[in-house]
Every structure is written in structure tokens, then in C-alpha cells.
């Protein structure tokens, strides 16, 4: 079992969601750093353009992939039977890809304790949530990353912000003048206070999103900066299910 939570040990971990072509793109960048990241992947997604299944093989043989669902279904608006059927479906597709698949990501942040019980039911060992700010896990099954990269969060996440229930990350944001500013100074910031405090530092995002808003470089300025704060500090880097794997 990892004691990070009540130590001063700090871990570093990413994770990508949705399967995007652009993830391509953003896994170069993380192996530019040397950055391990956990890619979350739906099988279907609307009409989306996502990953072949050539592309996902080849980015397993570097990254850990998720699951993510059948349809990137928010499985807390579904039927018990319907969203048993997303979780599994989606899981054994991506495993006749890949292999054993480990980890999962609730499509948009939707769950509830059903959900998370119908996860744990598909042998899933953790799941990831869309709630930020945190910095420790106590269910392997609710991990809350620490931060969103793109700049959405100031708006439509600002309540999971202010009613963060890690009160000293916050009010080290809030201090700094951070937390008013754009992701990247976030995303460093809160990495300085595990660096100092102990803890899990998850950033996590979608390369689409990063298109859009034409982050590239901010990412690949944030990535260098948790390099070399990781090397630094001496801090353990870990893909989401080597994180789920060790908590107990």
C-alpha cells in the first residue's frame, strides 16, 4: 500500500480522455518528458472521429488505456442494465485491442454509487471522477484529479473550486493569485504545494480541448515544468492504474 496520503511523498500521474486522433499528437509530447498517462478511451463517441484500433495498439505499447464506456454514455442518467452494458461492453472491446484493462473514467464526471459498484463489478481496479483540486484518494474507485487543462475550469468548474475540501490547496491558490489566472499557472502552482506537502498531483484533460484553444505549447511548457520539478524532487511517476493498484 502507498502511504503517500499521510506522508510527504509525492506522486505524479495524467490521464487523457475520449480517444481523440489529436491523442496522437499529445502522447509525443508526454513521451518528450518521459511522462506517463493513462489514455481513457469510448468505443464510440456520436459522431466523433476517434483512434483506430491500430492507433490505440500502438498507444498501448507506451501508455496505459482506460475505459471509457460503449458511447461515452453518462452513466448516471442510464438504467442499472443499460450502463452495466456501456462499463462491460466497453471494457472487452478495448481488451480484444490491447489486453487487460484496469482502469476507468466516468463519461463527463457522471456517476453515482450505483455506477461506481457496476465498475467494481467489471474488475476495474479505480476510476477517475472530473472533480479537481484534490490531492489524496480514500476509494481507488472516486480519484478526483488535481487539475483541468483548459481554461473552462475557471467557469463551469468554479464551485468545485471554491468548495474544494482541500482547504490548504486552495487557499495556496487563492494567495498566489492562481487560482484567478489561466490552467497552466494552476496546474503549477498545485504541483509546488505536493511537491511541499505530499500527495497526488493528476493533471488530466483531452487533446481535442487542447487543440481548440491552441495549448499546445502551454502543455508542453507544463509537462517540461513537471519534469523537471519530478526529477528534482525525487517524486514517483505512475500511470492511473499503478496509482489504483497500490491503494488499498
Known amino acids: 500500500m502507498i502511504a503517500f496520503m499521510k506522508s510527504k511523498k509525492a506522486i505524479i500521474t495524467t490521464s487523457w480522455d475520449d480517444g481523440d486522433p489529436l ?3 499529445l502522447s509525443k509530447l508526454l513521451l518528450k518528458h518521459s511522462i506517463p498517462g493513462t489514455f481513457y478511451i469510448p468505443v464510440k463517441n456520436g459522431n466523433k472521429k ?3 484500433n491500430e492507433n490505440i495498439k500502438d498507444l498501448s505499447k507506451n501508455f496505459e488505456i482506460g475505459g471509457h464506456t460503449l458511447n461515452h454514455s453518462p452513466l448516471s ?3 442499472q442494465d443499460v450502463a452495466k452494458d456501456e462499463i462491460m461492453m466497453g471494457k472487452e ?3 480484444e485491442i490491447c489486453g487487460e484493462i484496469i482502469s476507468f473514467a466516468y463519461p463527463r464526471g457522471k ?3 450505483v455506477v461506481i459498484q457496476l465498475v467494481k463489478k467489471a474488475e476495474f481496479k479505480g476510476a477517475r471522477t472530473a472533480e479537481i483540486l484534490r490531492t489524496t484518494i480514500n476509494d ?4 478526483h484529479p488535481t487539475a483541468h487543462a483548459t481554461n473552462r475550469i475557471l467557469l463551469s468548474k468554479g464551485k468545485q473550486m471554491l468548495f474544494s475540501n482541500n482547504k490548504l490547496l486552495f487557499s495556496s491558490l487563492l494567495s498566489s493569485g492562481a487560482i484567478f489566472k489561466t490552467w497552466d499557472k494552476i496546474a ?4 509546488d504545494f505536493v511537491l511541499t506537502n505530499g500527495g497526488i498531483w493528476h493533471l488530466w484533460g483531452h487533446s481535442w480541448e487542447i487543440d481548440e484553444n491552441n495549448d499546445w505549447e502551454l502543455l ?5 515544468y513537471v519534469k523537471k520539478k519530478g526529477k528534482e524532487y525525487g517524486v514517483e511517476f505512475l500511470t492511473n492504474g499503478e496509482l489504483f493498484e497500490n491503494i488499498k
Open 188 to 191: 503549477k502552482k498545485s504541483l
Open 93 to 95: 472491446k478495448l481488451e
Open 140 to 143: 481507488p474507485f472516486v480519484c
Open 220 to 224: 508542453d511548457d507544463v509537462l517540461a
Open 50 to 52: 476517434l483512434l483506430t
Open 111 to 113: 456517476y453515482n454509487d
Open 23 to 25: 491523442d496522437k499528437k
Open 77 to 79: 442518467t442510464l438504467s
